[in-house]
């Protein structure tokens, strides 16, 4: 089965400075895509960017990149000029690809980890 | 707004009783997911609908069922409530199982 690890429960970052999330993950499948979801204290989860395990190219949305490193299986998320608003959970998913039957849309998730933005 | 409409935002229920939840996708999507929060077990994955049909069961308990409708809106009942069902359930929705998945805002459920 495959399982996501967020080995950090509680990061902080001073405001317009950059924070680095971690994650790793472990499958055996070849074909899958991995997401970052944030979750803010009014509990909406918000998706902020995926990445498709074929693409070499790291995805970029504005102030969010990530680091894919597929070899390693590890997907990080870097935040740059972080904002008071960036304080939330964000959580680590993975997804297989594939419409095979058996649930391979179903996302797996980290325990998350808890980002402080102090002023 | 992700589109996904959930209700009731919160529901209060003593244990042993029946509640259901519901959820519209939004315009056009055809999948539907439930997800679990709890504090002990994380975010869990339930079950999927596509079209109407089941196509994946996640850690769905026997006394949790759910069922997607023709109008493609989904329900999930949970029936002889437990203290350890207080969670946070999510719907989330796809255009087509291969698409991102958006979530609702959640429905919080208290058992006392």
Redesign the interface.
Known sequence: AQTVTQSQPEMSVQEAETVTLSCTYDTSESDYYLFWYKQPPSRQMILVIRQEAYKQQNATENRFSVNFQKAAKSFSLKISDSQLGDAAMYFCAYRRGGLDQGGSEKLVFGKGTKLTVNP | D?GVTQTPKHLITATGQRVTLRCSPRSGDL?V?W?QQSLDQ??Q?LI?YYNGEE????NILERFSAQQFPDLHSELNLSSLELGDSA?Y?C?S?AH??Q????G??T?LSIL
């Open positions: 992700s999948s997911y997800y994380g975010l994955f999927q196509r994946a069961k996640g946070l999510f989330a796809s199982p291969n991102p998945q958006h979530f805002d959640g919080r």
